[in-house]
């Protein structure tokens, strides 16, 4: 499997949703967020 250039985003996205300071962003913003993946 080929690995995608959001693999990396991705990961960290859900490292840092999963600590003290992303637990409260979550809360402030109410964590919306939308990807759209579309060919080049």
């Not at 859900?14 to 809360?27: C, I, N, P, Q, V």
């Amino acid at each position: 499997m080929a690995e995608l250039k959001s693999d990396n985003v991705l990961e960290m996205m859900k490292f840092h949703l999963g600590t003290d300071a992303g637990k409260e962003l979550t809360k402030k913003i109410g964590l919306v967020y939308q990807l759209n993946i579309a060919p080049k």
